[in-house]
């Protein structure tokens, strides 16, 4: 039969065979012969295996046939049925589906991992529990992917702890997978569903952290790589934060928490890997880097961007309380430190701003070269912001300025005079930059906080400090924004008591005339400059609700899409189901029919032939038995 290729006759007898049987051992074993012929690659088996048959069986409620059933249903897509590799995805939802009615356990679990990475027989399952993860495993049928995502969601948390490692594992060594993985639409959702359903065992708990933490460390992994080969990788990221959105908006997880962990840990590897001295790495960027063609510095750029909207325009949970309640937040009236402050008044995400402004760094923003290169790349991006990466680098500057320490202010300082510079040298017909104007306004609210800080107007020794690291900067940016100012202000500055100008004045002299009375006008013109700045703002929150808007909808449309497509493929599935059970099971159930009625009839005729026999036999006994009693009388 092998040697010779295998007639159609002959595979119906076996799928007939069992199809309706309920010995377990004997349909396992007739699987495995079927898993023994596809090795083969027997001649004409090609034509006679459905794939839909073979999903029946994976409502048996013996494990190992549903773990066989599954090799046998892989095998065939992979080696056989070309036509429905696209529908591999559909076909594994389907088979994750049917596989819900009972517990996802280990064996299970095993045998898809090793459907994964295109190891299909059953003893390379078992093998596959005790393997090395290595870059030789590659992933081979990314359709087993979502099935394993969906079955980790009615397993148990130790089982999710398993097979999260072990694709961490698989990207971790191989490019191939990691850009296998993020073809895969909706990835994001299915990691952060897995997020979503938290265990309420206290046991489980600790494992819940260790899945919290693994999940966290995969999107990174893949989100990085997205930035660093594909020009659009931006969009991947995009995505990322509009399925968090939609979990967040059913309440089931935290946006706030869970995007600055994941950008926390981004900008760390970014920042680890710029001071490394690998040249492999992407994000090292040197003045031979193509900043136009180059993908890297267009996804950081637009990675920049996502975390300022994230420290500036994400609502915080009591934001968001409050919007659920009816009350209104305008956008133009949030603090400079945004909306993630703690009850005590600090920066929730200070730490995050100042991995931002290191990140500002690799990108050479507070260089003129790389500040004009980025200027250049960004010109006509769609996706850039106005002010460009510039206003960023500049409000998150001035807020470290503003909420952090005096080590951190002196840091600071600098990276701000590197574009105050720049902006001053291309300052020759008269005008005043808007970058000019708004760093001034800033440093002179802040200053003012500085030097008055505390409850009557007590002087802070560190604060004090901090302003003095201000007062050189404030000296130059006075300088250039005097035709610009009041009268008011320009005559109280031109007061001669005032030596802050020259260069012999001291910031001990700058500081001790800050606090006298010539300087309102200009702190009123600094809050008028303040003010003005509230319709750009306004302008730019319109501009990434839109941005927000139209990736959720893009992620609505997709879903609903893939939704669709889904339940017509389960319908046709179920359509060839049935058809395959109109080719093989009915005819053979009706063949049974057949057999008992043909056995019946047989009997029933049998039974009649024995009845007249036995008659006859009987009725000669009877006549037997007078004679000889009247032949004896």
Not at 45 to 63: A, K, P, Y
Not at 99 to 116: K, M, N, V
Not at 252 to 274: C, P
Not at 393 to 412: F, M, P, Q, W
């Amino acid at each position: 039969m092998v040697e010779g290729g295998i007639r159609a006759d002959e595979v119906q007898a076996i799928l007939c065979y069992f199809s309706e049987n309920r010995d377990a051992p004997q349909v396992a074993e007739l699987l495995e012969l079927i898993l023994q012929l596809i090795d083969l690659r027997v001649p004409g088996l090609s034509e006679l295996l459905e794939v839909e048959i073979f999903l029946t069986m994976l409502r048996n409620d013996n494990e190992a046939i549903r773990i066989l059933a599954l090799q046998v249903v892989a095998m065939i897509l992979v080696v056989y049925k070309k036509e429905k590799r696209g529908k591999m995805p559909e076909i594994f939802k389907t088979a994750a589906t049917l596989l819900q009615t009972y517990p996802f356990r280990e064996d299970t679990y095993r045998a898809l991992f090793s459907i994964l990475i295109g190891r299909f027989r059953l003893e390379e399952a078992r093998a596959s529990s005790s393997q090395i993860i290595d870059e030789s495993m590659v992933i081979a049928v990314p359709g087993a992917l979502p099935a394993i995502f969906k079955l980790l969601l009615v397993g148990k948390p130790q089982l999710r702890q398993m097979a999260l490692q072990d694709l961490y594992l698989l990207l971790s060594n191989s490019y191939e997978n990691r850009d296998t993985v993020l073809k895969i639409f909706g990835w994001q959702d299915s990691l952060f569903a897995i997020l979503a359903d938290k265990p309420s065992d206290a046991e489980d708990e600790q494992i819940g952290k260790v899945v919290y933490e693994m999940v966290n460390n995969i999107f990174k992994l893949l989100l990085l790589h997205s930035l660093k080969v594909d020009k659009s990788g931006w969009r991947v990221l995009e995505q990322t934060v509009a399925f968090l959105f939609r979990f967040d908006a059913r309440g089931v997880l935290e946006r706030e928490q869970l995007l600055r962990t994941l950008f926390t840990k981004m900008l760390s590897t970014i920042g680890a890997e710029a001071k490394s001295d690998r040249r492999e790495t992407a994000f090292i960027l040197t003045k031979d880097v193509d900043y136009k063609n180059s993908p890297s510095v267009n996804n950081l750029v637009y990675l920049v961007f996502l975390v300022e909207e994230f420290l500036y325009y994400t609502p915080s949970a009591a934001d968001l309380e409050l919007l659920q309640q009816g009350s209104t937040i305008d956008p133009s009236c949030i603090a400079s430190m945004g909306h993630h402050v703690t009850e005590g008044g600090e920066w929730s995400d200070y730490d995050l701003a100042r991995m931002l402004l290191d990140t500002l760094d690799i990108l050479q923003v507070f260089t003129p070269s790389g500040l004009q290169l980025l200027e250049l790349m960004t010109y006509k991006n769609p996706q850039m912001r106005p002010g460009g990466v510039q206003r960023v680098a500049i409000r998150v500057a001035t807020d470290l300025i503003h909420s952090g320490t005096v080590k951190i202010c002196v840091e600071t300082v600098p990276r701000i005079r590197a574009i105050v510079d720049r902006e001053l040298s291309h300052n020759r017909s008269g005008e005043v930059s808007p970058v000019v104007t708004y760093l001034l306004a800033t440093l002179l609210r802040t200053l003012k906080s500085a030097l008055l800080a505390g409850a009557g107007g007590t002087e802070d020794p560190e604060l004090h400090s901090k302003a003095k690291a201000i007062v050189p900067l404030m000296k130059d940016l006075l300088r250039a924004c005097i035709p610009i100012l009041p009268p008011a202000a320009k005559e109280s500055l031109s007061n001669q008591s005032l030596q802050f100008f020259t260069e012999s004045g001291t910031a001990k002299q700058f500081i001790s005339s800050f606090s006298s009375p010539q300087w309102g006008a200009t702190l009123a013109w600094a809050d008028q400059m303040a003010a003005l700045g509230q319709s750009d703002e306004k302008d730019l929150c319109a501009v990434i609700e839109k941005q927000r808007i139209k990736a959720s909808q893009l992620i609505e449309e997709q879903l609903a899409r893939d939704d669709l497509s889904e339940m017509a493929e389960e319908r046709r599935l179920q359509e060839e189901v049935n058809a395959v059970m109109q080719r093989y099971v009915y005819p053979e159930l009706e063949r049974r029919e057949a057999v008992i009625v043909r056995y019946e009839r047989a009997r029933n005729t049998t039974a009649r032939q024995w009845r007249r026999i036995l008659r006859r036999y009987l009725l000669l006994s009877l006549s037997l038995s007078h004679s000889y009693y009247h032949s004896a009388l």
